[in-house]
């Protein structure tokens, strides 16, 4: 049997939809009342009726049975566009009691702006399982097409799932409704990896909207994971179906959780496979033994707002800081992996920097709010600015400033005019050089990117021409960047084999002391005998332009004979 015949077996054991799931289908579309005033007849779509109201009909004005109401309504109109309010239910239907919007005939034209798609599971406890069976929904009332103003919505089963304790297993489409199921996924065993082994159903018609709606949850309450808490879950997780997955192999573990508030842990766990390991043992059923605390510890735990994140920062600090104490960090908003990131950088105890930033959180306002986070920010911000002017940052009461908003502020006005002293600098050097003629400024081109070593040499473009011939022989783009070079918005350089200077070979571009780019015959986009594109020049020829690269960054040092002046190398004799 094929796994494509074993998924279709498996689908035909789902038990097929009873009249009771069909309606609760139908009544999560909009409820409306279709009415033609001239005939006095009415078609109801919550409960699928066509009547025609007659004059003892009208008499009766009960809330029930409020026939004149339905008759005297306006007619509503649909929303034009998104921004418009859609159509609110305003009368009760006179047959079955539900809200519902009156759409008068003659003015509903062809009623293709009525149709409506939803998502359905519906569950129900059957042959000692629960099964799931997944249904794209669609209702429609358009004349034109043949639909009935009364009909049941249009059903098309796309997903079967089937849960039992320590097993759940799956089957859905391969792309659309219409194509056959294509193989049953099963889920024997607990998480592994953050990933679950079943999947939604409704991964290929994401356009229908996000989410689903679940009916039958009182069938929970006939199967073994009647103690989840399974009503709450529906109204808070996106992915109820993997919330009942994990019911299937962490049944007493989800209840503890979902029973103690602690929902947003449940969902990590369900949508994200978080587990949150360094607090909760997702293997030990028992509460005592699921959390990794102390009972008394635990017993204050429960007093707070039972954010998981407490607990995690008191065991990352290893008891160094009171459960209170995180607690209240964590209202003021921590970022506990940032921090402690920040912590480690510089080389201090977690918990006096989190007692430092909390005790500066008022310095630090970004946007109108205030929280630790954000003093975290401030202070980091603080520190590049005190790096960049040479504090001693190895002296604590310099690392952690007393008046952090006053250091901070220092610290940044001093680097701020550092950086516009060196940019003015920098733009005078460039005005400066561009005030020379070409060769004026190839001469101070040379003495700055002028180098040779181990056989090859850097050297500066005689002329323009010299510019256009390299890009023609290589057949690259340089040619463009002849003008830019001769005017010094940008510097081209040419590397050379030492024996060949004159012979074109690979052409550098540099932003001051920066190499932007490096390349040879048509960029490397030449395929060679190996049957794959030429090598980067970056990586075949990286100690020579490592090399060539440090030594401008060290001031393009030289000797008297005008030579680079190269650190010596170990072992070789001076």
């Known amino acids: 049997m094929t796994s494509q015949e074993k998924a279709e077996q498996f689908a035909g054991k789902a038990p097929p939809l009873n009249q009771a799931e069909r309606d ?35 008499m009766v004005t009960t809330p029930e049975r409020n026939f004149p109401a ?141 989410g689903y709606d679940v009916i039958g949850l009182d069938e929970i309450q006939k199967s073994p994971f009647r103690y989840c808490v399974a009503e709450e879950a529906e109204r808070k997780f996106s992915k109820f179906l993997h919330f009942l997955t994990a019911c299937c192999f962490y049944p007493r573990q989800i209840e503890m959780l979902m029973k103690a508030g602690m929902s947003d842990v449940v969902r990590d766990f369900v949508e994200r496979g978080v587990k949150h390991a360094a607090v909760i043992n997702w293997d030990e059923p028992s509460p005592a033994k699921a959390f990794k605390v102390p009972r008394q510890d635990m017993k204050t735990f429960l007093g707070t707002n039972r954010d998981i994140r407490i607990l995690e920062l008191y065991k990352r600090l290893n008891g160094r800081a009171s459960l209170e104490e995180c607690a209240e960090w964590i209202s003021k908003g921590v970022n506990v992996k940032a921090t402690l990131r920040a ?94 003629s070409y060769e004026e400024r190839r001469v101070e081109l040379e003495k700055k990117y002028g180098f040779a070593m181990d056989g090859y040499l850097i050297r500066v473009p005689a002329n323009k021409d010299e510019v256009l011939n390299e890009g023609r022989t290589l057949q690259h783009c340089v040619g463009g960047y002849a003008d830019r070079h001769m005017n010094g918005t940008l510097t081209i350089l040419f590397m050379r084999e030492a024996k060949k200077p004159g012979v074109p070979w690979l052409t550098i571009e540099m932003s001051g002391n920066k190499l932007v780019q490096i390349h040879g015959f048509k960029n490397e986009g030449l395929y060679t005998t190996k049957g794959r594109f030429a090598p980067d020049p970056r990586e075949v020829y990286r100690e020579f332009l490592d090399t060539w690269l440090d030594w401008l960054k060290k001031g393009s040092k030289r000797d008297k004979q005008g030579n680079p002046k190269l650190p010596r190398k170990k072992g070789v004799a001076a």
């Not at 009544?27 to 009415?35: D, E, K, V």
């Not at 008759?71 to 859609?86: F, V």
């Not at 946007?367 to 005190?386: I, P, Q, V």
């Open 343 to 436: 912590a480690k950088k510089w080389n201090l105890p977690p918990e006096k920097l989190i007692r430092y930033l909390h005790s500066n959180v008022g310095c630090a306002r970004f946007g109108g709010m205030s929280s630790m986070d954000a003093a975290l920010r401030y202070w980091e911000d603080y520190l590049t600015a005190a790096e960049a002017m040479g504090y001693q940052l190895h002296r604590e009461n310099v690392l952690l400033p007393k008046a952090l908003g006053a250091a901070h502020d220092s610290a940044t006005a001093k680097h701020q005019n550092k950086m516009e002293r060196e940019r003015k600098k920098a733009q005078a050097e460039k005005d400066r050089l561009a005030a020379l």
């Open 24 to 58: 609760a289908i139908n009544a999560l579309f909009p409820a409306y009342i279709f009415r033609r005033s001239c005939t006095n007849e009415i078609w109801t779509t919550c409960c699928r009726r066509h009547m025609v109201v007659k004059d003892e009909d009208m």
């Open 70 to 210: 339905v008759m005297w309504e306006p007619h509503q109109r649909e929303q034009r566009n998104r921004w418009d309010d859609p159509p609110k239910p305003t009368v009760q239907c006179p047959l079955c009691g539900k809200m519902a919007i009156v759409k008068e005939l003659r003015y509903s034209g062809g009623r293709d702006n009525l149709s409506r798609y939803r998502r359905a599971v519906v569950l129900r406890w059957y042959r000692g399982a629960l099964w799931a069976r997944a249904y794209d929904c669609g209702k429609h009332y358009s004349r034109d097409k043949g639909y009935s103003l009364t009909g049941e919505p249009k059903i098309k089963l796309v997903g079967v799932y089937r849960f039992k304790p320590g097993l759940a297993e799956a089957t859905t489409r391969d792309w659309y409704w219409d194509q056959p199921f294509m193989s049953v996924e099963r889920q024997d065993g607990p998480l592994t990896k953050g990933k679950w082994h079943i999947h939604g159903p409704f991964t290929a018609n994401a356009d229908y909207g996000v």
